[in-house]
């Protein structure tokens, strides 16, 4: 297979094919907001399931009537994961907590 080659100006040729290359940088602000998102989707599901526990209200605790119990567990570890993946998305480039490789 012969080696793709890279033509100035973000071009790409392979052949009669031509694919333009973007940093991206134009779909940055839809994928923080989506991100932002479901990280309070996952983040209030997370919370009613530790209210339905803590206050005994069995409603919260299932997706269904006669379906399986969400577990305690599993919703700390949702909270969480939503947390942390809001605060690396909030987090600025050359902040002391933001590191690149």
Not at 9 to 37: D, M
Not at 57 to 63: E, F, G, M, Q
Not at 64 to 83: E, F, M, T, V
Request: proline share 5%; glycine share 10%.
């Amino acid at each position: 297979m012969p080696e793709p080659l890279i033509i100035s100006g973000g071009y790409w040729n392979e052949g009669a094919r031509r694919l333009f290359v973007t940093s991206g940088k134009s779909c940055q602000p839809l994928l923080a907001g989506l991100t932002r998102i479901g990280c309070l989707l996952v983040a209030s599901g997370a919370v009613a399931v530790l209210c339905g526990w803590v206050f005994d209200i069995p409603r919260l605790t299932r997706v269904l009537p006669g379906l399986a119990y969400r577990k305690i567990n599993i919703a700390c570890a949702l909270l969480l994961a939503s947390i942390a993946l809001w605060l690396l998305r909030s987090l600025h480039r050359g902040s002391r907590w933001f590191r690149e490789q």
